[in-house]
C-alpha cells in the first residue's frame, strides 16, 4: 500500500472527500428549489418538515462540509500561488479548526 | 528483531539480533551475509549521497543507510522490507530506476547553456537573489526515488513525470545560466507534467534530504500560469 500517513494527505483526502459530498448535495438542494415551482404551499409545506430537529444535524453537517472545502481550498491556493512550504502542517490544522469553529458557531446560532 | 523482506518468491523472515545504532541497510547486510547470500539489495556510500539504498521500510520510502532502526521498527518488534513502490522490481530489494531517469530527461532534466555554448569564464550569480536561492533550495537531491515512491499520481498515470524529475525542471528554470526555459516548461506543463499533481505533499514529506518537490511543482504551476515561459 502507498505511504499516506501524514498530515498533509489527510487534508488533501478531507478536501476531496468534502467536495465530492457536496456534489452529491446539490441535486438535492435543486429538488428542494425546484418545489416553489409548485407554488408557496408546496415549498413550505417542505420548509416546514426541515424543522425537524434530525434536517437540523444535517444542515450542521452541511455547513462544516462547506467550511472544510473552503478552508482546503484556500490551502492549496496559499501553497500554489503563493509559494507556502514549510507552514503546510499548521496550514492543514487551521484549516480543520475553521471547519470545526464554523460548525461550532452554527450549532449556537442554532440552540 | 524479527525482518520480513519481500523476496521473489514471496515473505520471507528472518530473525537478526538488535544492536546499539544499527541501520537497516546494516540489518539487511547482516541478512545477505549470513543467512541468504542471494538476497538482492542495492547500496554504495553508505552515508546518504548516492541514492542507491531505498526501500519501503514498515510501508514508507526511506533511504536505509541513514536510517535507524530503533526509530522505525513496529512496536511489535518487526522490521518489514519490500522493494520501492512504483518502479519495476528486478530481483528482491532491488528495482529498476531506468523509468525514474527517463523521466528526468523527459522533463527537461538537462542544463542547455544560453546559445548552446559554455561561456569561457565562470558566471557570477549573486548567493542572494532569489532565482539563485529557489535554484539551491532544490539542488541537493541524490536521486533516491524516495519521493516517486511515495507519490499516488505516479501510481495512478504511468506518465507522470514525478516529484523528483520536476524538482529538477524547477531548479534549470531558475538557473540564469540555462537556455532551454520555454522548452522545459512545455515538457512539464502536459498532461503528465506539474497540473496532475494534487499538492498531497508525499514527496515533502518523505524526501530524506529534506526538499520539497512539491513546493517546485507549485512554482512550475506558477510560472506557466502567469505566463513567464
Ligand atoms: S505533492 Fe504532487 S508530486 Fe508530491 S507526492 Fe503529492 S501528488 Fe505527488
Ligand atoms: S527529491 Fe528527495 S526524495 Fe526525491 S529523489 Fe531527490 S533526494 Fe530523493
Ligand atoms: S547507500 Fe548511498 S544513500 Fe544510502
Known sequence: MRDRRHPAYWGFVLHRASGVALALFLPLHFWALGQAIHGAAALDGFLRLVDHPLFTLAEWGLVVLLALHLAGGLRVMALEFLGWRHRQKDLVAASAGFAFGIGMMFLLHVG | ?229
Open chain 2, 1 to 229: 528483531m524479527k525482518v520480513r523482506i519481500q523476496r521473489d518468491g514471496g515473505m520471507a523472515e528472518y530473525a537478526v539480533a538488535a544492536r546499539a545504532s544499527q541501520t537497516v541497510l546494516d540489518v539487511v547486510t547482516e541478512i545477505q551475509r549470513e543467512q541468504a547470500p542471494d538476497l538482492a539489495y542495492r547500496f554504495a556510500c553508505r552515508v546518504g549521497m548516492c541514492g542507491s539504498c531505498a526501500m519501503e521500510v514498515n510501508g514508507v520510502a526511506r533511504w536505509t543507510c541513514r536510517t535507524h532502526v530503533s526509530r522505525v521498527v513496529g512496536a511489535d518488534g518487526v522490521l518489514e522490507l519490500r522493494p520501492l513502490a512504483n518502479l519495476p522490481v528486478i530481483r528482491d530489494l532491488v528495482t529498476d530506476m531506468a523509468p525514474f531517469f527517463e523521466k528526468w530527461s523527459r522533463a527537461g532534466g538537462q542544463f542547455v547553456p544560453k546559445d548552446g555554448v559554455v561561456p569561457a569564464e565562470f558566471a557570477v550569480v549573486p548567493p542572494a537573489s532569489p532565482q539563485r536561492r529557489e535554484a539551491d533550495a532544490g539542488i541537493e537531491c541524490i536521486g533516491c526515488g524516495v519521493c516517486y515512491a511515495s507519490c499516488d499520481i505516479v501510481s495512478w498515470n504511468a506518465d507522470y513525470l514525478g516529484p523528483a524529475a520536476m524538482n529538477r525542471a524547477w531548479t534549470l528554470v531558475n538557473d540564469e545560466r540555462d537556455g532551454a526555459r520555454a522548452g522545459r516548461l512545455r515538457a512539464v506543463a502536459g498532461d503528465a507534467g506539474c497540473h496532475s499533481c494534487h499538492s498531497t505533499q508525499g514527496c515533502t514529506e518523505r524526501c530524506p534530504k529534506g526538499l520539497d518537490p512539491s513546493g517546485a511543482i507549485a512554482g512550475l504551476k506558477r510560472t506557466i500560469f502567469w505566463g513567464l515561459a
